[in-house]
């Protein structure tokens, strides 16, 4: 679905991604680890058209949109939930997702459908539906901003840290929400997170990115019982 050849990703002299390469398979969970300063969320940036790479091209379903305008990469169905969730918080939540929604061209009877299936999956959102965003839980707040990306009806969507903050209950059943999602949706999800064990629990593939470069590309479960990168690359020490 969308495959990543040869990135290379620069601030000035900072070179963030350094030949990048790796594929995400249709309807699959492909989570993306490593610590801090690793080049993980200028990789996402870069898939959905919000940073410039200097060399290397990404392909969604064979078609390159590297160059793409972010707003038409959207459009062509890839949608970005980025760090930090971005609600706006004096919206309510279907004004928030009315916002997502501006993105594609639909009647207020389709747009309405969108939302109402989107209730049918984050039920806590349809009983808030009027409560203004700024109420809500922290975990809350991250399935708002799911489905605000959902809305326009991705096809890939990349999620940045959705755990980010939140406490270990919450995040278990946010990874457990993610993971309904693909297999009710054929959704492809492309997930970046610190928090490894959570990620590997749910995810298909995993690659471990280590100052810009790619030290892992695998399944999700030979990663995770990889020695080397629990310890070195992960901090999974047990």
Known sequence: MIGVSGLSVSYGAVQALRDVSFSAAPGKITTVLGANGAGKTTLLRTISGLVRP???????????ITGTHAEDIVRRGVGHVPEGRGVIAEFTVEE???????????SRAE?????????GQFPVLGERRRQSAGTLS???RQMLAMARALVAEPRVLLLDEPSLGLAPLVTAELMSTISQLCATTGLTVILVEQNAKSALR?????????????????RAEVVAADERLRQYYLGLVE
């Not at 928030?96 to 639909?106: C, D, F, K, P, W």
């Not at 747009?111 to 209730?119: G, I, M, S």
């Not at 749910?202 to 695998?218: E, T």
Request: charged share 30%.
């Open 54 to 64: 200097r060399a290397g091209e990404v392909t969604l379903e064979g078609d390159r």
């Open 96 to 106: 928030n997702l009315r916002l997502g929604s501006l993105i594609v061209r639909r």
């Open 111 to 119: 747009r309405q459908a969108a939302f109402e299936r989107l209730y």
């Open 138 to 140: 922290g975990g809350e």
């Open 202 to 218: 749910i995810a298909d593939q995993a690659v471990v990115l280590y100052i810009g470069r790619v030290v892992a590309d695998d």
